[in-house]
């Protein structure tokens, strides 16, 4: 049961390059989040999506963007990548939820990115 | 301006310690939640507490949710090793659909 899994787990970038991250799950889920994590600071969410075809900014969304082409699928785009980017990334899904049903956030094991 | 603020950031102790991690807040949340993390893997949820006042067990941890939904606790009885990680809060607004907010973590040190 392979839940959340991220591609790549490791890549270093020169500043100004581009790159795309993909995150596929397995659960039919409908929602789907793209987060970082730098030390201190928990993670930060960077746009979700509700649905196939449907996305949202979050909380950092500036020199991000994403897609949701396919329901099992949320890729996230750097397009001119930035040193202030270095950091590790996590891709979760949930189920739909009835309203306040608190349905648990499912996260892949990340990808950890460097800009140089 | 965090949200949710988790105490203390760092915590090491000796194997048998009992401790409490704290996450505070000033917004009402319709939930919280307590997720574990280890080195290079992603989080895991440990519980859900959604009605003020509410207590989980699970084995030696101990989640509490405050009586006006604001801020919990986590408290671990007699630690072990096997504790060690970073452990963050989540809290869900009412307002915030399916989103999450997260503190900024206790990073967990059980040493032998």
């Known amino acids: 049961n392979a839940g959340v899994t991220q591609t790549p787990k490791f890549r270093v970038l020169k500043t100004g390059q581009s790159m795309t991250l993909l995150c596929a799950q397995d659960?039919?889920?409908?929602?789907m989040y793209w987060y970082r994590q730098d030390p201190g600071m928990g993670l930060r969410l960077i746009h979700y999506s509700v649905g196939e075809g449907t996305t949202a900014k979050g909380e950092v969304p500036d020199g991000y963007n994403v897609s949701r082409l396919k329901k099992q699928n949320f890729l996230l785009g750097l397009e001119s990548a930035a040193p202030s980017q270095t950091s590790v990334y996590f891709c979760?899904?949930?189920?739909?939820?009835?309203?306040?049903?608190?349905?648990?956030?499912?996260f892949g094991d990340g990808t950890r990115l460097s800009i140089l | 301006t965090q949200l949710l603020e988790q105490s203390p950031q760092f915590l090491s102790i000796q194997e048998g310690e009992n401790l409490t991690v704290y996450c505070n807040s000033s917004s009402v949340f319709s939930s919280l939640q307590w997720y574990r993390q280890e080195p290079g893997e992603g989080p895991v949820l440990l519980v859900t507490?959604?009605?003020?006042?509410e207590v989980k067990k699970l084995k030696r941890l101990t989640f509490q949710f405050g009586d006006a939904r604001k801020d919990s606790s986590l408290h671990i009885t007699a630690a072990q090793p096997g504790d060690t990680g970073l452990y963050l809060c989540?809290?869900?607004?009412?307002?915030?659909?399916?989103?999450?907010?997260f503190g900024e973590g206790t990073q967990l040190t059980v040493n032998p």
């Open positions: 989540a809290g869900e607004r009412e307002t915030s659909g399916s989103r999450l907010t």
């Open positions: 979760a899904s949930s189920s739909y939820k009835a309203r306040y049903s608190n349905q648990p956030q499912h």
């Open positions: 659960m039919n889920h409908e929602y």
């Open positions: 507490v959604v009605t003020g006042g």
